[in-house]
T-cell receptor
Framework: DTGVSQDPRHKITKRGQNVTFRCDPI?????LYWYRQTLGQGPEFLTY????????KSRLLSDRFSAERPKGSFSTLEIQRTEQGDSAMYLC??????????????FGPGTRLTVL | DAKTTQPNSMESNEEEPVHLPCNHS???????IHWYRQLPSQGPEYVIH???SNVNNRMASLAIAEDRKSSTLILHRATLRDAAVYYC??????????????FGKGTRLSVIA
C-alpha cells in the first residue's frame, strides 16, 4: 500500500508530557498538511509544508506545537507539555504541487491522542 | 474561503439515490466546489469537484445550480459503505488547489439496510 501512513495510531499520555507523531506521505508528494479533528467537528488546518519549507501555520498552532519535515519526505508533529484540550485526532495529508483546481489531498488514518 | 451550509445529518435506504445539498450563497466566481467524505475511523477522501457544469465520476455526480449558490452531491445507489460524513468545501482561485482545505461540520449520512 502506498498511501499516507501515520504512527502511532493511538497515543495515551498524561498531562504535561511531550508527544511526537510521524507522517509518511505518498512518495513524491511534495506538499504535506497537518490537521486536527475533535469529536463531531470537521478537520481543522494546523500547518503545511512544501518540500522541507513550512509555508503556513494556523493560529491553532500554539507555541507548544512544532512541526518539521527535515528532508522533504516524512514529517513530525510534536506537542510539548500536553493539555487535556489537545486530545483529538491528528490527521496528515499529502498532495502533489500542481497547477489547477483539483489537487486532491490524500489523508492518512490519523493519530488519536488522549491526554489524561 | 467562502462558507458552506449543509444539513447535520441525512438518512437513506440502501440502493436508493441520495441527494446531499450544500448552500454556498457567498461563492465567488473563481471558487471551485469540492466534496470530500470521511468514512468511520478513516481520514477524509476526495469525492468530486466542479466549477459550473455538472460533473460525474465513478463515485458520484455533482449538480451545480445555475447561479452557483448551491450544489448537490448525488450518490446514485447508496450502499452501506457510503455511510460517512460528507463535506462540501469551496476552494478559490486558479492556484488554490494547493492550499489547505477548510472543512465545516459536514453531513452525516446513515444508510439503512
Amino acid at each position: 500500500d502506498t498511501g499516507v501512513s501515520q504512527d502511532p495510531r493511538h497515543k495515551i499520555t498524561k498531562r504535561g508530557q511531550n508527544v511526537t507523531f510521524r507522517c509518511d506521505p505518498i512518495s513524491e508528494h511534495n506538499r504535506l498538511y497537518w490537521y486536527r479533528q475533535t469529536l463531531g467537528q470537521g478537520p481543522e488546518f494546523l500547518t503545511y509544508f512544501q518540500n522541507e519549507a513550512q509555508l503556513e501555520k494556523s493560529r491553532l498552532l500554539s507555541d507548544r506545537f512544532s512541526a518539521e519535515r527535515p528532508k522533504g519526505s516524512f514529517s513530525t508533529l510534536e506537542i510539548q507539555r500536553t493539555e487535556q484540550g489537545d486530545s483529538a485526532m491528528y490527521l496528515c495529508a499529502s498532495s502533489r504541487r500542481e497547477e489547477g483546481y483539483k489537487n486532491e489531498q490524500f489523508f492518512g488514518p490519523g493519530t488519536r491522542l488522549t491526554v489524561l | 474561503d467562502a462558507k458552506t451550509t449543509q444539513p447535520n445529518s441525512m438518512e437513506s435506504n440502501e440502493e436508493e439515490p441520495v441527494h446531499l445539498p450544500c448552500n454556498h450563497s457567498t461563492i465567488s466566481g473563481t471558487d471551485y466546489i469540492h466534496w470530500y467524505r470521511q468514512l468511520p475511523s478513516q481520514g477524509p477522501e476526495y469525492v468530486i469537484h466542479g466549477l459550473t457544469s455538472n460533473v460525474n465520476n465513478r463515485m458520484a455526480s455533482l449538480a451545480i445550480a445555475e447561479d452557483r449558490k448551491s450544489s448537490t452531491l448525488i450518490l446514485h445507489r447508496a450502499t452501506l459503505r457510503d455511510a460517512a460524513v460528507y463535506y462540501c468545501i469551496l476552494r478559490g482561485g486558479r492556484n488554490s488547489g494547493n492550499t489547505p482545505l477548510v472543512f465545516g461540520k459536514g453531513t452525516r449520512l446513515s444508510v439503512i439496510a
